[in-house]
């Protein structure tokens, strides 16, 4: 017995999801951004994306920003982005 592939649509799928899952970081980085704490604006100009992948706030002051010391963030700039990411990849995931 042989199978014959007739026609493939799962890897069109799976590129499409890809493409979209490749664009989180940068959404990621953006909403990070949007929720530093801004008062000389040092901070949010020194938040980049490390590796395509990573969030790196390179100021001396970030991880007491993040621990929710600013009256602006209160719960700090991870956290709401952790769960941005969250119901960003769930949208990218149920999207066709």
Same mark, same amino acid.
């Given at each position: 017995?042989? &199978?014959?592939?007739?026609?493939?649509?799962?890897?069109?799928?799976?590129?499409?999801? !890809?493409?979209?899952?490749?664009?989180?970081?940068?959404?990621?980085?953006?909403?990070? &951004?949007?929720?530093?704490?801004?008062?000389?604006? !040092?901070?949010?100009?020194?938040?980049?994306?490390?590796?395509?992948?990573?969030?790196?706030?390179?100021?001396?002051?970030?991880?007491?920003?993040?621990?929710?010391?600013?009256?602006?963030?209160?719960?700090?700039?991870?956290?709401?982005?952790?769960?941005?990411?969250?119901?960003?990849?769930? &949208? &990218?995931?149920?999207?066709?």
């Amino acid at each position: 017995m042989t &199978i014959k592939k007739v026609h493939d649509r799962i890897t069109p799928s799976i590129r499409r999801i !890809n493409s979209r899952l490749e664009q989180v970081p940068k959404a990621a980085l953006d909403f990070f &951004i949007k929720k530093t704490p801004k008062r000389s604006g !040092n901070a949010r100009r020194r938040t980049k994306l490390v590796n395509k992948r990573t969030i790196n706030a390179d100021y001396p002051y970030a991880k007491p920003l993040d621990q929710g010391s600013s009256k602006k963030a209160p719960k700090g700039m991870s956290k709401p982005t952790g769960k941005f990411i969250e119901a960003l990849v769930k &949208i &990218i995931l149920k999207r066709k």
